[in-house]
């Protein structure tokens, strides 16, 4: 009893420290206290307290942004909750008329005219009726709201609203008359096209209605024209690029060569001659959706504005418009792009894949470059349009140092790079994005968008703004396709940690438990372990600031096949996931086709894109040593020489691990120094003995629900002593196969006389012809 006397007065307190808090500063600084102390209510119960609250938070948002609509809904809310709410009342009957711009969205009719057949005519004439009809049913419930809103403005004594809603209600009044008639003489027109005659007096009775109708609706829709042109004022390029989130050094350069043309302008007014103008030639280089496009469109906006060009119209294109599949087609391809964008600027992304290293004879990249360095600088097009190229850092580098014509029409001043964005700014980036979708995201909301983006960050690959907006997106789908026992405002309100968990099919393994789990290998399980908690200790030292040892994470798995190498290796990976060493976890296994190619540069392509799918995990190369070849055109050497390279530069966001025969392994470290330089563990995997094959059998036959009779195991301790078990873990699961197999076989004998059969059991007759068979095969 006292407890229930005490829940209200602590829940009170807080809504009057929020309440003080509000009134002291117009706003409560911490909106994750009011979104807390609202879901810690129920509806039904606390709805007065609920209305105080998202009454506080509304007004609160609104402090900062008159317009937010999240705050709009959240008063409307509060009302519904509690009528008597004269705080949200009040604040509400200034803004709501603004909601009603859309109510003569639905009074659209489609032309009519005398000539259509009857049908057609009959068919729009029900469609006139079924529009006119619709509207002034909803009609009756807005009138009231307005009403009402109008009566809430002057008790408010807002003069403002007050008069706009007397003009909306006088104007819709109007429009409700006309549709109306509208609707009578839509019906006589109807009508009249059943009868045998009909009169054109009804055709031009509706003709003329919706005629009137139309010029409502225009003086309707200016009603609230100072709103949407107050909404829509025109920022400049230099307010634009401010407003974007990060990008300090890209601002400062773009302000630099804003203000540096707004004094060549200036001197050219004041009759100084310019015999040298700055490039208008520009090249972004950055990973994806670092802001290369947005910012190529803002450069045309500047140079429009400062009248360098007449235009701030982008054309943008890339390979697939600009390169032709035949002799001469190049060519006017790329004549027809830089015509649309004479006056403007013309922006290619991902310019460096119009001319690519190992492209065949036939590819007609060259010829782009050449046909658009001939077109910049001629008399024809010449100065008459900007170009500006875009793509990743490094191959943008590649590409223009092997275009020197291309590369001199670009100032190095010109070349502007755009930085990944910070954790800090992909967050504020995901709030724009909830934020312009009408949601606020949770704190809870945020770690989890932070967690998401940490492992999807693993390469230059990484989608940076244009991630953050796909996770946002995923997040509010996941919101609202799940049931949720949330208060209906804030289910339609906020992302919360559980809207940006991903629904992960695999069930999270614990790898010590794994490991521990695996059958013989007492050598192995020491050396991982052992590594594991180098690392851990490592990992708390660093806490510490104490200093570290070099932590080696690549590591060389020797042994015969089906010693239990892969199975490690992915046991490894989560072992270090869990570790926050690798951001994914995940393992890539690989063998030598998965890197080596044709030609020249193909191998280097082949393994560096296997390299960026192991990002953040591990890369397993099975049979490593095959990767050596046997000399002549083979492209091994490629392979290690990038495999060398790509580990360097990625440090510990990529482990590999080597896997094959203990000599043929060495042989393929000392090919190289650098690879014998990153591997410094070696864990050999030796092979099976009997009583642990017997284990693996009985594991494996288990998962299936079968077992082995004791006939049958003393078979195998006796027998498998005696045969070749090459094959390890592969032999014993094979052995089983077989085994359940020619069970099958006998057990449909025993069915079809009728008799009961054990389905379950592998005894030592199936055990018995399968190392029999085995044995056979060995010897032919």
Known sequence: MNNEQVKPNIKDQEIYLLEKEFEEHGFVENEKKILDAIQTLNEAQNGKEISQLLTIAALSRMHGNQKDTIAV???????????????????????????????????????????????????????????????????????????????????????????????????????????????????????????????????????????????????????????????????????????????????????DFYQFLSYQKARKKLGYMIQDALSLNMIFTGNPGTGKTTLARLMAKIYHELGVLPSAEVVETDRSQLIGGYMGQTEENVRSVVKQAVGGVLFIDEAYSLKREGQSGNDYGQTAIDTLVSLMTGSEFGGKFAVILAGYPEEMRQFLDGNHGLRSRFPASNMIHLPDYTPSELLAIGERMASSNDYVMTEDGKKALLKRLEREQVDESFGNARAVRNIVLDAIFSKGSRKSNQQEILKYTLLQESDFVSDDKEKPINPATELNELIGLSKVKEEIKKIIAFVKVQQLRQKKAQKNLPIQLHAVFTGNPGTGKTTVAKLYAQFLKDCGILKRGHLVVTSRADFVAGYVGQSAIKTRKKIREA??????????????????????????????????????????????????????????????????????????????????????????????????????????????????????????????????????????????????????????????????????
């Not at 009342?89 to 057949?117: A, C, G, M």
């Not at 009403?147 to 003009?167: F, G, H, L, P």
């Not at 010029?215 to 634009?240: G, H, I, M, N, P």
Request: with cysteine.
């Open 73 to 255: 809904a959240w008063l409307n809310k509060a009302i519904e909750l509690n009528p008597d709410n004269t705080m949200a009342l009040k604040y509400l009957s200034q803004y709501d008329w603004k909601n009603f711009s859309h109510l003569l969205d639905q009074l659209v009719f489609p032309n009519i005219r005398e000539t259509d057949n009857r049908t057609a005519k009959r068919k729009i004439a029900e469609q006139y009726i079924n529009n006119c009809r619709a509207f002034l049913e909803q009609m009756e419930d807005e009138v009231a709201h307005i009403k009402k809103q109008r009566i809430n403005a002057t008790v408010y004594d807002n003069k403002e609203a007050v008069a706009k809603y007397e003009t909306i209600e006088q104007t819709l009044k109007i429009v409700i008359e006309k549709t109306s008639e509208l609707l009578k003489s839509a019906e006589e027109y109807a009508e009249s096209i059943s009868g045998v005659f009909h009169t054109s007096i009804y055709y031009e009775s509706v003709k003329t209605l919706i005629e009137e109708l139309q010029e409502l609706k225009k003086e309707w829709a200016s009603l609230f024209v100072e709103e949407k042109e107050e909404k829509q004022t025109t920022l400049s390029s230099l307010e634009q690029l401010e407003q974007m989130v990060g990008l300090a050094t890209v601002k400062k350069r773009v302000q």
């Open 615 to 780: 990002l953040g995990g591990v890369l397993f190369i099975d049979e490593a040593y095959s990767l050596l070849g046997n000399g002549g055109q083979d492209f091994g050497k490629e392979v290690i020489d990038t495999l060398v390279m790509e580990m360097t530069k990625h440090n510990e966001n990529l482990v590999v691990i080597l896997a094959g025969y203990p000599n043929e392994i060495t042989a393929l470290l000392q090919s190289n120094p650098g690879l014998t330089s990153r591997f410094k563990k070696f864990i050999h995997f030796a092979d099976y003995v009997a009583e642990e094959l017997i284990d693996i059998m009985k594991m494996y036959a288990a998962k299936y629900d079968y077992s082995l009779s004791e006939e049958a195991i003393s078979i195998l301790k006796n027998q498998l002593p005696k045969v070749s078990t090459e094959g390890n873990g592969r032999f014993a699961t094979n052995i089983i196969d077989e085994a359940v197999q020619l069970q099958a076989l006998r057990l449909s004998e025993q069915l079809e006389q009728g008799m009961e059969a054990d389905v379950s059991t592998l005894i030592a007759e199936d055990i018995e012809n399968v190392l029999q068979g085995y044995k056979r095969k060995i010897e032919e």
